[in-house]
């Protein structure tokens, strides 16, 4: 009992919870800033469906590439994104099957609670959850064969559009969604990029075509250097929309993305990548309650 509860620790990233709910509410309460209002039901019913609704994706990801991740010949990543330091689908640990199902059963959750918002929000919500699913299968699939990162440009818009999907929770298209796109979706990039630098050798093994395998170790961290300064520029505007505190918020974590950079091209090793893979997560999470401390103050 306590080795499949590991087993499904590993299979939802556990020690990584948090974090969804508090960057889908980031943009809920974007909306409640440009739209008036605050509910804590609304509040506490889009956090859950962040929870699930993320959680169901990282289920999806480990299903689709069940067979793929068998080929793996070294567990860098696996340690750091598993709690107990496993893949469960390939180790037998958790059955392909139990790990569809729960990935249906999360899916549901969200889907549920989606259609209790009101209409239009909720299709526009449920809209974005599909989509996500989708391209997310797209990405997992497309990059085993492909000979530009068609897969990895197009496969992160799912996470872009995370928390523009907490604010259609409440609020309506306008600027604001349109800002928070630009200034996410080159982070997604600079974050998917680490992840592939870091990962060079399981790619290889896998047969994946990803940012590392396709331009080499050196072309993965102008990759991710390049996007992350996309992502400075593009918080120039999308900071004009925000207070004081996110702006401040928003700044220790560009000190913290450049110190960043600056460590992973003194070292220039998957190693050092694997090192500065916390700081964006972290940075992430920074972005998510500066935006919500900025609202409440």
């Known amino acids: 009992m306590t080795e499949t509860l590991k087993a499904y620790f590993d299979l939802i990233r556990a020690h990584f919870l948090p974090a969804w709910p508090l960057v889908f509410c980031s943009g809920l309460v974007l909306a409640f800033a ?37 080929l793996d010949v070294e567990n860098t990543l696996t340690r750091y994104w598993r709690p107990f330091k496993s893949r469960p689908i390939p180790s037998g640990k958790v059955s392909s099957k139990n790990a569809f199902l729960l990935f249906i059963l999360f899916a549901g959750i969200a889907s549920a609670l989606i259609f209790t918002l009101p209409y239009p929000n909720s299709l526009y919500v449920f809209l974005i959850m599909l989509y996500s699913y989708g391209i997310e299968a797209f990405y997992q699939i497309k990059k085993r064969n492909q ?66 395998v396709l331009y080499g170790a050196k072309g993965a961290m102008y990759w991710i250097t390049g996007f992350t300064l996309l992502h400075f520029f593009t918080a120039i505007f999308f900071l ?58």
């Not at 962040?50 to 480990?62: R, S």
């Not at 530009?148 to 609020?171: E, H, N």
């Not at 990039?189 to 399981?202: S, T």
């Open 147 to 212: 000979k530009y990162p068609i897969a990895q440009l197009l496969g992160r818009t799912d996470l872009t559009l995370f928390p523009v999907a907490g604010y259609l929770c409440y609020g309506q298209s306008d600027m604001t969604i349109f800002l928070y796109i630009i200034f996410l979706y080159p982070w997604t990039m600079a974050h998917l990029g680490l992840n592939d630098f870091i990962d060079l050798k399981n790619d290889r093994a896998r047969g994946m075509n990803a940012i590392a």
């Open 34 to 70: 440009n739209s008036g209002g605050f509910s804590w039901p609304l509040i506490i019913k889009a956090a859950l469906i962040g929870l699930f609704g993320f959680e169901a994706g990282l289920v999806l990801n480990d299903y689709v590439d069940r067979n793929r991740d068998r």
């Open 240 to 297: 004009k929309d925000l207070g004081d505190i996110a702006f401040y918020g928003f700044l220790a974590g560009f000190v913290l993305l450049a110190g960043s950079n600056l460590y992973m091209w003194k070292e220039k090793s998957p190693d050092a990548g694997m090192k500065i893979l916390p700081v964006y997560h972290g940075t992430l999470v920074i972005y998510a309650v500066s935006i919500i401390l900025d609202f409440i103050y």
